[in-house]
């Protein structure tokens, strides 16, 4: 009986072990499920809090913060750049063929786009013509800005008149337009100086119509638009700059970081000054479907539900942003663009606007037709200034427009014309500028690979 009683108790000891795992292995099975199930639901959770980051992209660290005191610092290292040299930012075409002279050292050797020969490069330029720039940059290195501008305009009428090259049948039309260009930028800094920058933006924008290759043209238009608090506008101007940089071969890292600083700068001022709507931009690889834009929309009104009136996401074009524009490395990544508003009619019209073949300007059946002064005065105050912020900075990240390659020159002219019924002549005038620099940039604006900009 002992001995069976004793075989029981080792039975009754070496089954219970077993039971006991069997049990354990049953509870980290429940535990596992569960655990897994969790996991599931804070994955969901986390992808639809983290849209910003679809297609396995991490949002890129910003850009080093420009403080308000450098930023002026900033502006004139880009925009002045050889300024006791005013006279001799001529294009390389305009000399090459007289001499031989190798351009300058620095960042201009490498953009393609004016450079500063020596002096005795100029020999092809119209003696009077030389000889009022140097009197003029005489005047300007002397700080004496109003003598500048009347000899610089002195200079550009005798362009008009065909005294551009010494010998007009040795010329190019490349040649009188790069130098004409030249002069409206130099007008253009010396507006600046002198605290005037609405002159200062129509020479910056006639410097681009005439060479819109040169990327300090666009950050000359950059800094104008900056002192008309247009900061929109202003980030647009650095966003092209900065890829015309690349475009003509740029590849000063430090003049690159700037531009695209100062770009950087304009947008988190355009941003900061808007309560109208809000911004959200998300990456993405591919097309971004309408399945995506809903999820991505429903985030937005999950962050920030005091802008959920209307909620838009631009279907046309891809945006860039200043911190992924490494151009010479790889293509710039691409956002889409989700604004929130707080004005429902505006939101509207904004998505209507989209959605037609072509950017028009006004809900107007007929945009063309004239309008008279109380008509144009009812739409201006109803709708015109409250959507034209929102057209400005919808385009300050956004290159060019998948619907309508002009988009932005339209969307002005259309603007321009509106002016006009409300006889604000000078902003006519200055929008209308604004358009031709626009269409005359939009072919450089065409997304190329490096090995075909190399043959630009």
């Excluded at 849209?51 to 403080?67: A, E, F, G, K, Y």
Aim: charged share 30%; proline share 5%; aromatic share 8%.
């Amino acid at each position: 009986h002992v001995e069976g009683g004793a075989a029981e108790n080792i039975t009754e000891r070496t089954e219970k072990p077993e039971n006991k795992k069997a049990k354990q292995c049953k509870n980290v099975d429940r535990a596992s499920r569960k655990r897994k199930s969790q996991t599931k639901e804070k994955q969901e959770v986390k992808k639809q809090k983290t849209t910003l980051q679809s297609d396995n992209q991490r949002v890129p660290r910003r850009l080093p913060h420009i403080p308000l005191e450098s930023l002026m610092d900033t502006e004139m290292r880009l925009v002045c750049i050889d300024e006791d040299n005013i006279s001799f930012e001529f294009p390389y075409s305009v000399v090459s063929s007289s001499t031989h002279t190798q351009p300058a050292h620095g960042d201009s050797e490498r953009t393609g786009a004016p450079r500063k020969p020596h002096g005795s490069a100029l020999s092809r330029v119209d003696k009077q013509l030389k000889m009022t720039l140097r009197e003029a940059s005489n005047y300007y290195r002397k700080k004496k800005y109003s003598e500048a501008v009347e000899l610089l305009k002195t200079a550009l009428e005798l362009c008009s008149k065909g005294n551009a090259i010494g010998n007009p049948f040795e010329s190019s039309p490349e040649d009188i337009s790069s130098i004409a260009s030249f002069i409206e930028t130099k007008l253009a800094i010396c507006y600046l100086k002198l605290k005037k920058p609405d002159e200062a933006l129509n020479h910056a924008h006639r410097s681009i119509i005439l060479n819109p290759s040169y990327f300090r043209n666009h950050l000359r238009q950059a800094a104008a638009f900056r002192c008309l608090r247009r900061y929109s506008e202003a980030a647009r101007s650095a966003m092209i700059a900065d890829y015309m940089y690349w475009l003509t071969e740029g590849a000063e890292y430090r003049t690159r970081k700037l531009i695209r600083q100062y770009w950087q700068a304009m947008l988190e001022e355009a941003i900061m000054g808007e309560v109208s709507f809000l911004v959200l931009y998300t990456p993405f690889m591919r097309e971004v479907k309408a399945n995506k834009i809903n999820k991505i929309e429903g985030v937005f009104a999950k962050m920030h539900p005091d802008y959920v009136q209307h909620i838009y996401t631009d279907p046309h074009g891809h945006h860039i942003l200043p911190q992924t524009t490494a151009h010479q490395l790889q293509p710039p990544q691409k956002y889409a663009l989700t604004l929130g508003f707080r004005n429902k009619p505006i939101g509207k019209i904004m998505e209507r606007w989209s959605n037609k073949k072509l950017p028009i300007f006004s809900e107007r059946k007929a945009p063309f037709c004239h309008l008279t002064k109380e008509d144009a005065e009812r739409y201006w105050n109803n709708i015109g200034k409250k959507i034209v912020p929102v057209m400005d900075f919808i385009r300050s990240t956004k290159l060019t427009d998948d619907r309508c390659p002009c988009a932005r020159g339209i969307e002005k002219l259309h603007y321009a014309s509106l002016l006009g019924c409300l006889q604000r002549v000078e902003e006519q005038s200055q929008v209308i500028n604004q358009a031709m620099a626009e269409l005359a940039t939009l072919p450089y604006l065409q997304d190329i690979s490096q090995q075909d900009a190399k043959l630009v």
